[in-house]
């Protein structure tokens, strides 16, 4: 697999994120791989932020390690940088604004262009010096500036001839200039795929579900969930960007009790704000769809870095118990995947599916081959429109499987009786009726039984709460979520070192089948690895089986892994064992 990473740098407010973006549509475009993620600060204007875009002839799951090319945008570009770049790493840069002379110039390759100057030139706009280090960039990488312009004319041509022609000049002056060359020449297998972050995948799953309403109230890395939902609101479906956290889960099991497929979004304070409600949807059977994308904690934390420190909270959030489903996609075409399929689960079971993504899986760019909307099937479950039996409706029925049929509002002689309290049957609260009595008593007890039996009905019928299987090795790699591609690529490159290592990985953690995931580690050389401090799967696993993992590699500095960081990391344990 031949690839290159390009770091574009500058200052939030120079167009850091629109370049990379642009030039991610381009390799796209051009039958590429492509992975982007970004590096920001919770300001408006002003620090230092990057956009990194790996290009490659196969596919990537990570944004890779190190700098291949640098386009420096600002002298910050330079100093908080420069310890990334690897070997013979291309800079590009503007030598009227920024020095490189604390680089070493035997290390690296510098490109000096007058990017302000040139940008002024081709279309009188300061902006335009991004385009002119992109088409430089473009020609260090191989790709015919051919395709850049298509790109340009189909995302500018709306704003006019001179916008798009000014584009265009930019960037041959950059792609043409003295100097330039190829130097990487990746090649694609001219099959355009589209790019995609993982938070417009998950949203276009729940569309795909039938998700009609979804509350939120903005809070990074979420927020542009609320967004894609705002902008298809011609769509049919209801957005609502709500006053706190509290009323966008109360609006979502309002909506879900009508009968709307609803969903609510948030990072971990706001899903913290959200609890109560979430038990006020176990209590009452309701099926709602919470999506928590972790960010670095506790409290504000590390607002726009990423971490996976939020499964124990998320499986125990809420004061008794109660049956809930925990989801964690593994790369953007899985958020898409499971999204569309946590729809079905909480229809089928009648509780709560919490999908755990977080800033890495939420924000980060890959391309994909095409979503199957048109797969999606969707299961209602256990609905009635009629009452077949006589007599008042029994809402919460005491069942074998847990499982009570339900009804929508305004359905004749369907009618019951709902809320926070425990009730029997009917819905009618025990605390009113009859409190304190050997009955109350029973009924509580049976009522409670009859909702946790809901998790072994789940493991009997379904067969997605057991790990992948991804590789078989002599050591293995237990992760979850996110990390899971980057650990992928550890393995490529151990492969490739003659180590043979698998990778077991989860995606639907809670309910574990304790049976199934024992039998498949047990025995076996486990590594541990995960974007928070404590291990925290590794405890869950520990707690579900009794197996401990005594190896790991851990991580909560807020980044993201690489697949040669963990591939490193394996290493040095297999040494050592």
Known sequence: MASVSIRICGANGDGVESSGALVIKVAAKNGLHVFGYRGYQSIIRGGHVWYQIRIGDSELRSHGEGIDILIALNQDSINYQKSHLNQNAIVIYDPSKVKVDSLDSSRFVFVPIPLLDIAIAASGDPIMRNVVAIGAALKFVGIDIDAFNEVIRGMFGRKGEAVVNNNIKAAAEGYNYNGVKTAYNIKGDGKQRYALDGNTALSIGAYAAGCKFYAAYPMTPASTILQWFASHENKGVMPKQTEDEIAAINMTIGAASAGARAMCGTSGG???????????????????????????????????????????????????????????????????????????????????????????????????????????????????????????????????????????????????????????????????????????????????AKRMRKMDTMLKNEKVFVPHVDADGGFYIVTWGSTTSPALEALEILKSKGQSVGLISFDYILPMDSRKTSDMLKGKKLIDVELNGTGQLAKVIRMNTGIGIEKSILKSDGEAFTGEEIANGIAEIIKSW
Do not use: W
Not at 300 to 315: I, R, S
């Open 270 to 448: 706001g899903f913290s704000l959200m609890v109560e409600g979430l038990g006020l949807a176990g209590m009452l059977e309701t099926p709602i769809v919470v999506v928590n994308s972790q960010r670095t904690g506790p409290s504000t934390g590390l607002p726009t870095k990423t971490e996976q420190a939020d499964l124990l909270f998320v499986m125990h959030a809420s004061q008794g118990e109660f049956p809930r489903i925990v989801v964690a996609p593994r790369s953007v075409a899985d958020s898409f995947k499971v999204t569309a399929e946590a729809f079905n689960l909480a229809d089928r079971y009648q509780c709560p599916v919490i999908i755990l993504m977080d800033l890495y899986m939420s924000e980060h760019i890959e391309s994909v081959e095409r979503l199957d909307v048109d797969e999606v099937v969707i299961d209602r479950g256990k609905v009635v429109t009629e009452n077949t039996g006589g007599g008042r409706f029994k809402r919460y029925l005491i069942t074998d499987d847990g499982i009570s049929q339900r009804a929508y509002p305004g359905s004749a002689g369907l009618e019951y009786v709902a809320g926070s309290d425990e009730h029997d049957e009917f819905g009618d609260l025990i605390s009113d009726a009859f409190a304190g009595t050997d009955e109350s008593i029973e009924v509580r007890k049976k009522m409670n």
